[in-house]
């Protein structure tokens, strides 16, 4: 059984290195807005969600690029080929999370860094842990996967799961 | 350009004028960032004598160098101005995520000059910069303000700094807030704003921070991070936080009491870190802190950020404030209102004196939690006539009511939570730092000898020196074993340029330095270089440090001692081979 990506909001403190560390990795620059994570902040509540992608199964990503440049690898990860991708912006659209945007004209998504994931190792307060699934890990990704939009910007999506579980954890 | 965006936004209000401005090269190597560079730009900007409420008066904002990028505690940001409540130069800086924004939209400060004719906040969204109509937000408080500019964005995240009604009033020791909690909290910052219409600033950027060499970068980063800030000297913050400081300074005996009369409290255990973390919620972090040492803290209907050490103190045990909820609430009311916790609950700890001792009453006694928390909003909103005494501040209600006797301030800024009849470097570091009685220039409270002047003149000296550097890197106060090794490797790495500790070490010198000529065009001289008459005459009332007093002669003798290991004149002001050997001959 291969490792996922899970994240606990009650453990995270908004610290964003996470996403400064996934852009130094990917882009060589530190610059959250292009990381392959991202999180939402709700510093009045003391309340942070990051949003990352669920290698959804059937994943709407995958289902709606036209020129095969998404595809599922070996272990169970959703990727894109960057030399395939025509830029349609159609995965953008399609993905109820706003987890994969484009970067300079090519589709980009968080990858699990081949199987190491960078952000986990920076995550001093334990909120991404990177696990084979287990009942509590399993329910607690089901809750926030619920969290879909159908229409957006990813910004708007991330906020719109952000807020949801701001709302579910604090109020 | 590496580590640094290469640009500062400057912002003429009177003009309604926004230009950038490359960032000076010719300065970095001098000033590095944050509040070095703020100062030299301040410098550049204004005369010494300007009226700090006027219009011709500047404010600074700037980054530092690993702002952004994932050198941990460095997400700081400072501003520089001349402040209303002191009168010298004056440095505040805020944590949160402000200046890693800031630095993604691209400017590694930003410059406010000028005042606008109605109220104004400005957004900044990269590049495109505008000043937006504030009035359906004036005269509301600091986190509806943050909430509405950060609405104006259309898109969450932005970041924000707003200022209350207090600083729109021009209260001297109003301050800016950012994300609710945290504050450029000293001096006057909001009344700066308010003086200007400018009741804030929203910030979105979506650019990027480069460096020289990223793989080595990483890899350093997390080694220091590994082996230096993940050890027993930092990692209170991440535990405990600042409360674990009145379990410290009770045991120490510095830990003010009724009005700086004892230096222990007996019913500390009501508000110490076991206490704030049984109500805590979640801890909480500046961008870019592993550390995590906000504790986000519910009572009942009460929460907050908070309350951080020095509020626990001076909103508690000087008030004889015996009460977590009460704190929490008065701390809230003032983050929301725009008022300096630390003044406000050190002023508030005067007026109750004066009560008791019948001498004008103010209608509030210590441990009055009701009357407390009515009083802080009279002084934001100015509308009593004891709301109207305790708005000026310590130093001038005590010239109204003749009572410099329980007056503590240093410079017309009120002491923070470290008593120095317990530790005479404590007092040295108030009477000598650039902004008045300040706890962030020199920390000697752990000094082996509290009272052994030799050892202390050397502390606080090497001490204010490395802060200097420390805080134009923006390094958290909470890295306390950050040193210019360190810093220097990460420089060379990230600008990809040799940096020598040396070199860092001597900025810090002429940081410091900088700031004391500031002053000294201001008037203020070895008088100014004081303590408040309490400190110096009356003997501490409790614990272990009962009965002492820092007397005159001590005091003078450690100033001097203090000068001549600066190279200073018996004056205070620095020799002329001292400029000149800092590259501040010019001044």
Redesign the interface.
Known sequence: MSKQLYVDPNECTGCNRCTYVCSAVHEGKFSPTIARIKVNNYPHKGFSAPSICFQCPNAPCHQACPAGAISRNADDVVVVDADKCIACGDCVEACPYGMIEMVADIAVKCDYCGGDPACVKECYPGALVFEEKTPELTKLMGMQMKQRSKEGSPADKREHLGSVLLSLYRD | MNLYAGKVLVVDLTKREITTEPLRQEWIRDYWGSWGMALRYYWEAVAPQVDPLSADNAIVIMTGPFS???V?LTSRLSLVSKSPHTGTIFTSNVG??FGPELK?AGYDGLIIKGASDAPVYLKIVDDQVTLEDATPIMGKGI?AT??FMEKGVG???AKTLAIGPAGEKLITYSMIGS???RQFGRGGTGALFGSKNLKGVVCK???????AD?PKF?ERVTHHKTENLFTEDNLWA?TDGTAVLVDVTNELGIHPTRNYSGGINEHKNIVNSDVIKAAK????????????C?K?TKIGDA?I?GPEYETLCLGGSNCEINDLEAIIKFNRVCDDLGIDTMSCGSIIGMAMELTESGRHDFGIRFGDGEEYLKLVEEIASLSTERGRDLAMGAKKLAEKYHAADVSMEVKGLEMPAYEPRGNYGMGLAYATSERGACHLRAFPIFNETPFGIDALVEEVVESQNFNGIKWSMCFCDFWGSINTDITAELLTIGLGEEVTAAELDKSGERIWTLSKMFNLYNGFGLADDSLPEKILKNPLKNGPNAGKTFDSKDFTEALSRYYKKRDWDEQGEPRAAKLAELGLDHI
């Open positions: 952004g990028t994932l941990p949160g995520a993604y986190f943050e909430k898109e969450a995240g994300e609710s909690y950027g979506s650019g990027a921070v480069t460096v990223m990483i991440n919620i979640a801890d909480r972090a500046c961008a870019g802190c592993p550390l995590a906000g986000f929460e950020e």
